[in-house]
Nanobody, 126 residues
Framework: QVQLVESGGGLVQAGGSLRLSCAAS????????MGWFRQAPGKEREFVAA????????YYADSAKGRFTISRDNAKNTVYLQMNSLKPEDTAVYYC???????????????????WGQGTQVTVSS
């Protein structure tokens, strides 16, 4: 079992930056592959970025490539999402999620993830 708590959301102007954090507690954080997803009002939750257990491999949605960076600090049990050049269409609730392993990892599929945080709101004004 692992508990995830996101933080760092807020209101920012277009072109600005935010860094989201996801702090994990419970079982050993370093065994989990981690993902960030987001859900905008009236839309389905979508994949944003993912990182493997060691931090050596990362994946991004096309909408995030070149603007967002996912990273992790296993010593701090935390995964980050650095978001630059934010756009109004990035407005959403952002969730982090943990994949516990034991099977092939389809990193962009919500159903792959075993644990979820409560989400943090990101609002980008134009």
């Amino acid at each position: 079992q692992v508990q995830l708590v996101e933080s760092g959301g807020g209101l920012v102007q277009a072109g600005g930056s935010l860094r989201l954090s996801c702090a994990a507690s419970g079982r050993t954080f370093s065994v989990y592959n981690m993902g960030w997803f987001r859900q905008a009002p009236g839309k389905e939750r979508e994949f944003v970025a993912a990182i493997n257990w060691s931090g050596g491999t990362t994946y991004y949605a096309d909408s995030a490539k070149g603007r967002f960076t996912i990273s992790r600090d296993n010593a701090k049990n935390t995964v980050y999402l650095q978001m630059n050049s934010l756009k109004p269409e990035d407005t959403a609730v952002y969730y982090c999620a943990a994949y516990s392993g034991g099977r092939a990892w389809f990193f962009n599929r919500q159903k792959e993830y075993d644990y979820w945080g409560q989400g943090t709101q990101v609002t980008v004004s134009s």
